[in-house]
């Protein structure tokens, strides 16, 4: 019983760790996407967003879209001297005012790839600065804190059994990687795994992992609309003459809230890690159990906090655009759930017949139900009855029809598969079989076993079959 306790807890732990390890990995994910990790390409280091924006396909775009831009310059500020002849008062603008507003669009348009890359690398340089400072074990040991780290130590509050004058130091190591979470044999050295919370650390790390993707999705998606906003930047600028700037403006707010949204991510992450460790050791309740809802519900705030955190940022260059970021979150979250249920009722739909082939699929549309079109393929007769003779086949039978029996059987299996899916053929499989050896046919039948009439007055002299 011993053994199958520890194996159990030990399933529970491997579960726990596991899922630490993809969090972890995602946070890797994070400082390479927000640009404060370099990646290496073509055997030189850079950020992936400097790289992007740099590279021959999208500055080949960006020229023709320039090309494009200037025509349209040309055109607005015709616009703008026709609009301003038929204008009265205060709407009527002269001409070297509009001419003015043209020479400021051509110069913002050879200042903007110049400024983008700057303010990127700027930033990036900076928050990397403020990302060292909020992260603790960064200055006093040059290390980085773990997630998985983080939480053995906060669901292990109660069951650590080392020495506790070193406890704060072998914490520590836990949260930094100089003890590896992920070594079952190191951390049951410091904690009886049978008492590790695994309600806080498998369902908190559950929550955390959840949110994380979500946010290493919000980074990627970052990276594809700064690129789009530097491509298209000449069209927003060419409009200045016309609308002395409003569409440039609602450009350029977008950018900085796209190119500072991300690191609020960082930043939050590394709030988490401040904050969540002196929760670990806050009692907030006498009962444990109320004690441990309490801490998850923390995690679960501090995860979500992590993903919220680009908004907040998104916020400070304008409400409008925190508006649009908000919303944006909410739409990408609800275009996942529409796309995962659609996802998995059509991997239903396609496994169901797979196993259950015609019957499930019939089942499920006249039903709306894939269990009842599952049960039908469990439970109902894979195809007709063959009935056999009463009597012993003949031999001219039985054997000479035995090879066109083996030849059409692959074909009444596909059939079998067609009508009854992957269950049906596979009921028929032996009856099939079976009619190779004891049919009379030259076609292969599904064949029950036979029970021939040994008394001639019987009237019941058929035989039984299955399938």
Known sequence: ??????????????????????????REIFYILAGLKPVTIGGK????????????????????????????????????????????????????????????????????????????????????????????????????????????????????????????????????????????????QYYNLRNIDF????????????????????????????????????????????????????????????????????????????????ISSIVFFDNAFKNGIVKILFLIGGAFAVTKANLVIAQLTGNQAGQNETQQLFRNMQTGGHIMKATLGAGAAVGGAILGGKKFTDTRKSTRSSMAGLKRSFTDNPSKQYINKSSEPSKLAKYGGMGTRIATMPIGMMKDLASGGLVGMGKNFIPRVRNIAQGDSFVNHAQGKSVLNKEPNNANNTAKHEG
């Open 1 to 26: 019983m011993d053994w199958m306790t520890n194996w159990i807890f030990e399933l529970f732990y491997s579960l726990q760790k596991s899922i630490c390890y993809v969090i972890d990995f995602i």
């Open 45 to 188: 280091q850079t950020d992936l967003l400097s790289h992007f924006i740099l590279s021959d396909t999208v500055r080949t775009t960006f020229f023709y879209i320039f090309l494009i831009a200037v025509i349209l310059l040309v055109v607005f500020v015709l616009i703008a001297i026709i609009r301003s002849e038929y204008a009265n008062g205060e709407n009527k603008k002269s001409k070297a005012l509009i001419l003015g507003k043209a020479f400021q669009s051509f110069a913002i348009f050879l200042m903007v790839p110049f400024l983008l890359v700057a303010g990127i690398t700027l930033t990036n340089v900076v928050m990397g600065a403020i990302n060292q400072s909020m992260n603790p074990f960064v200055l006093e040991t040059g290390g980085t804190a773990t997630i998985g780290g983080q939480i053995l130590v906060t669901s292990g509050q109660h069951a650590y059994i080392g020495d506790e004058s070193i406890r704060s130091e072998i914490e520590r190591m836990f949260l930094t990687g100089e003890l590896n979470y992920f070594d079952m044999g190191v951390v049951s």
């Open 199 to 278: 309600l806080i650390g498998i369902f908190g790390s559950i929550v955390i992992m959840v949110m994380f993707v979500m946010s290493a999705v919000t980074f990627i998606q970052r990276i594809f609309d700064i690129v789009l906003l530097y491509i298209i930047s000449p069209v927003s600028v060419s409009t200045i003459p016309v609308d002395d700037g409003a569409r440039f403006k609602i450009w350029r707010d977008m950018t900085i809230s796209k190119v500072l949204g991300a690191y609020g991510i960082i930043l939050s992450m590394n709030l988490f890690f401040i904050i969540i460790p002196q």
